[in-house]
């Protein structure tokens, strides 16, 4: 009897120290990071994804050791709905933290980040430079100006209206997808300011506004100088415009040339009065408020000032100009 006694609790013992282990390495299984595949990899769940296919999904792709392990998971996390979407795993981590990813809703995406005054061209270079997709794929979408016919019939392109701000782009968003997101916000930013101007006018002088002016404050005063030349027949001259007709012709060498001031491009306000046929950079909201209430100045030339600020001095004269000009030459010179 003794002897069954204590066969009995070797064997009751035994299978406590079983259930413990079991238990033990099943809480193991599911805080160890794991990682199966290689530098990284996405996982995408549509919406309706059950939970059962979600962990074979992260099974096979390697995101977890089986399926099993992020079914214990969800039962832990037990109440946590888990959110649709596409996901990146480059480090290794466990089902909890996994889980806890796909709960949070922690869905990967590209940071699109696109400041004032940044034109198709420069978008296209930081797109490509995301990986997103080549710079070429989406100036083709950009160089279509349909999407915003509506509101500008005469635009020539999207230039103007892809609006600067930062945007989270999924891998799957395309050229003409993008385009649609940067109109988007341009449409929501011009209803805001509940005015009723020209579209293709004020964004085309916003533009150059946003080129010419790095001091927020200043962005009137030039609004101001180009209406008072505008309004006296008087050419625009504005150098960023130049660039831009270089841009267009695929003949930008990064600094501006006798020949770039000589061309024939509509874009070339120093050939041709008015403005040009339109925008030349995607301004931001001052430089658009600055177009609808410009300074109040009688002033038709500026300068940038030798101090290095970004700052100009504006002149109402050709003589006042000419010797703030001489001024900045003579400050470079130092």
């Given at each position: 009897?003794?002897?069954?006694?204590?066969?009995?609790?070797?064997?009751?013992?035994?299978?406590?120290?079983?259930?413990?282990?079991?238990?033990?390495?099943?809480?193991?299984?599911?805080?160890?990071?794991?990682?199966?595949?290689?530098?990284?990899?996405?996982?995408?769940?549509?919406?309706?994804?059950?939970?059962?296919?979600?962990?074979?999904?992260?099974?096979?792709?390697?995101?977890?050791?089986?399926?099993?392990?992020?079914?214990?998971?969800?039962?832990?996390?037990?109440?946590?709905?888990?959110?649709?979407?596409?996901?990146?795993?480059?480090?290794?981590?466990?089902?909890?933290?996994?889980?806890?990813?796909?709960?949070?809703?922690?869905?990967?995406?590209?940071?699109?980040?696109?400041?004032?005054?940044?034109?198709?061209?420069?978008?296209?270079?930081?797109?490509?430079?995301?990986g997103l997709f080549p710079a070429t794929d989406f100036?083709?979408?950009?160089?279509?100006?349909?999407?915003?016919?509506?509101?500008?019939?005469?635009?020539?392109?999207?230039?103007?209206?892809?609006?600067?701000?930062?945007?989270?782009?999924?891998?799957?968003?395309?050229?003409?997808?993008?385009?649609?997101?940067?109109?988007?916000?341009?449409?929501?930013?011009?209803?805001?300011?509940h005015t009723d101007a020209d579209v293709h006018r004020?964004?085309?002088?916003?533009?150059?506004?946003?080129?010419?002016?790095?001091?927020?404050?200043?962005?009137?005063?030039?609004?101001?100088?180009?209406?008072?030349?505008?309004?006296?027949?008087?050419?625009?001259?504005?150098?960023?415009?130049?660039?831009?007709?270089?841009?267009?012709?695929?003949?930008?060498?990064?600094?501006?040339?006798?020949?770039?001031?000589?061309?024939?491009?509509?874009?070339?306000?120093?050939?041709?009065?008015?403005?040009?046929?339109?925008?030349?950079?995607?301004?931001?909201?001052?430089?658009?408020?600055?177009?609808?209430?410009?300074?109040?100045?009688?002033?038709?030339?500026?300068?940038?000032?030798?101090?290095?600020?970004?700052?100009?001095?504006?002149?109402?004269?050709?003589?006042?100009?000419?010797?703030?000009?001489?001024?900045?030459?003579?400050?470079?010179?130092?």
């Open positions: 009897m003794k002897r069954a006694r204590i066969r009995w609790r070797r064997v009751v013992g035994l299978a406590v120290f079983c259930a413990i282990a079991a238990v033990a390495f099943s809480i193991w299984r599911m805080v160890a990071p794991y990682q199966g595949f290689g530098t990284e990899v996405f996982v995408d769940f549509p919406r309706g994804t059950s939970s059962e296919t979600l962990a074979a999904r992260l099974a096979r792709a390697g995101v977890v050791r089986s399926r099993w392990d992020f079914l214990a998971a969800r039962m832990v996390e037990r109440g946590r709905l888990l959110k649709a979407g596409e996901y990146r795993f480059h480090n290794p981590a466990s089902p909890l933290a996994v889980y806890d990813r796909i709960a949070r809703g922690d869905i990967f995406a590209y940071e699109l980040v696109l400041p004032e005054g940044r034109n198709m061209f420069d978008i296209a270079a930081a797109v490509e430079h995301l100036l083709a979408a950009a160089r279509n100006p349909e999407m915003i016919r509506d509101l500008d019939p005469k635009a020539p392109s999207l230039e103007g209206y892809l609006f600067p701000n930062t945007y989270r782009v999924s891998r799957h968003t395309t050229p003409a997808g993008l385009c649609r997101i940067l109109t988007d916000q341009f449409r929501v930013q011009w209803k805001a300011l004020t964004i085309t002088l916003a533009s150059m506004v946003e080129k010419e002016s790095k001091l927020g404050d200043e962005r009137p005063m030039v609004a101001a100088v180009f209406e008072n030349r505008l309004r006296t027949g008087m050419k625009l001259d504005c150098d960023p415009t130049t660039v831009y007709a270089a841009l267009l012709e695929n003949r930008y060498r990064g600094t501006i040339y006798r020949t770039d001031l000589d061309s024939e491009n509509a874009y070339n306000t120093y050939r041709h009065a008015g403005l040009p046929p339109g925008p030349i950079a995607n301004p931001g909201v001052a430089a658009i408020r600055a177009v609808l209430n410009p300074g109040n100045s009688a002033a038709l030339y500026f300068v940038l000032r030798p101090d290095g600020s970004g700052g100009h001095q504006f002149s109402n004269s050709l003589a006042e100009h000419s010797a703030a000009v001489a001024r900045y030459r003579h400050g470079l010179e130092k």
